[in-house]
């Protein structure tokens, strides 16, 4: 298993700003994912993130809204850009065993609320 | 999108066995069932996964059917605890493969 731990855990921040959420797994992983959970809704992948290589978006994700950093094997961010009230979700960072079975793990969430 | 049908909402007597369907009938050989569920303000948690053959672990078990084209979860014995989200995803087994989140349904466990 992998224990995964998210900052913040919850913000409020004002339109037009920027906010940084970090992702850090107590093991070495190759992959990361970041997902977002608008609210009442399910889970939509934003990107992949590889250590050593550009993130992998997914359509209707761009990287001027959503850059992403990996710069070793247990750490990632995810920035939210220019925040308007429509990007209030909670934020959440995944990663698989790595061991052929599929399984991700997930981190507790960031809740973001922008005003 | 998803490739699963679940019903959008179930309740379920504590102390009953919780029995939660899903269809994905359009299935590819390789693909996989999972299940995970996603407790209010946390995120989701692994349940179980399997192929062909039935699965049990000590969450669940994991009928699926032979052509392959529907499952259930089984939660033997519901608490209220096990009052969640619960999303059934098919995917191929292959590290960074992405997981597709459907609607899920919600169980609600009644005392």
């Known amino acids: 298993s992998a224990v995964i731990s998210q900052k913040p855990s919850r913000d409020i921040c004002q339109r037009g700003t920027s906010l940084t959420i970090q992702c850090q797994v107590d093991?070495?992983?190759?992959?990361m994912f970041w997902y977002r959970q608008q609210p009442g809704q399910s889970l939509t992948l934003i990107a992949t993130?590889?250590?050593?290589?550009?993130?992998?978006?997914e359509s209707g994700f761009v990287i001027d809204k959503f850059p992403i950093s990996r710069p070793n094997l247990t750490f990632s961010t995810l920035t939210v850009s220019n925040m308007s009230p429509e990007d209030s979700s909670i934020y959440l960072c995944?990663?698989?065993?790595?061991?052929?079975?599929?399984?991700?793990?997930f981190g507790e969430g960031s809740r973001l609320t922008v005003l | 999108d998803a490739k699963t049908t679940q019903p959008p909402s179930m309740d379920c007597a504590e102390g009953r066995a919780a029995n939660l369907p899903c269809n994905h009938s359009?299935?590819?050989?390789?693909?996989?069932v999972y299940w995970y569920r996603q407790i209010h303000s946390q995120g989701p948690q692994y349940i179980i996964h399997?192929?062909?053959n039935n699965e049990t672990n000590e969450m669940a078990s994991l009928i699926i059917t032979e052509d392959r084209k529907s499952s259930t979860l089984i939660l033997p014995h519901a608490t209220l605890r096990d009052t969640a989200v619960y999303y059934c995803?098919?995917?191929?087994?292959?590290?960074?493969?992405?997981?597709?989140f459907g609607p899920g349904t919600r169980l609600s466990v009644l005392p």
């Open positions: 993130a590889n250590q050593g290589s550009e993130a992998t978006y």
């Open positions: 359009t299935i590819s050989g390789n693909e996989y």
């Open positions: 995944s990663v698989e065993s790595g061991v052929g079975t599929g399984e991700l793990f």
């Open positions: 995803i098919v995917r191929v087994a292959t590290y960074g493969q992405n997981f597709v």
């Open positions: 399997g192929l062909k």
């Open positions: 093991s070495q992983v190759t992959m």
